[in-house]
């Protein structure tokens, strides 16, 4: 009588036939997952620079350092996104601000998140904005933006 041990060709197609579909059905809801998670730190560190600016606002009467210049944020980067106030200062009302989470790659995270001082939250599918231009604060516009819950 022969000893076999070990499986057969149609067993083992079949657990990687079943391993396949399962990660199929897996994979999506984990990047699913990792993308709400990245979400959610990036509107946590912007939710912390607007109770900055909340206090700063408090202290002097007014979201902006000078009539030319914001203030500097605390929290500068959060999950491979850059933070700045959105627009020039001179000639923004001095009770209102908008802070903008803008991705560093943004082939990888092809999305930003903004903030008003009402703590409203915003995403957008594009914006003209980039963390490689120089600037203390974003300029460019935003499109297909959507009240983030």
Request: include cysteine.
């Amino acid at each position: 009588m022969a000893d076999n041990r070990g499986f057969t060709l149609l067993e083992l197609i079949s657990v990687v036939l079943i391993l396949s579909v399962l990660a199929l059905i897996v994979y999506p809801s984990y990047r699913n997952y990792v993308e709400k998670a990245k979400i959610n730190a990036v509107r946590a560190a912007l939710l912390e620079n607007a109770h900055f600016m909340e206090k700063f606002y408090l202290q002097n009467g007014r979201f902006k350092q000078t009539s030319t210049k914001w203030p500097s944020l605390p929290i500068k980067e959060a999950e491979g996104f850059c933070i700045r106030l959105n627009g020039i200062a001179r000639g923004a009302l001095d009770s209102k601000f908008m802070l903008k989470a803008v991705a560093i790659d943004k082939d990888k995270n092809p999305f930003i998140i903004k903030m008003n001082e009402n703590l409203v939250t915003f995403i957008c599918k594009k914006s003209a904005s980039s963390c490689n231009d120089g600037l203390d604060y974003f300029k460019g516009n935003d499109k297909d933006c959507k009240l983030l819950k």
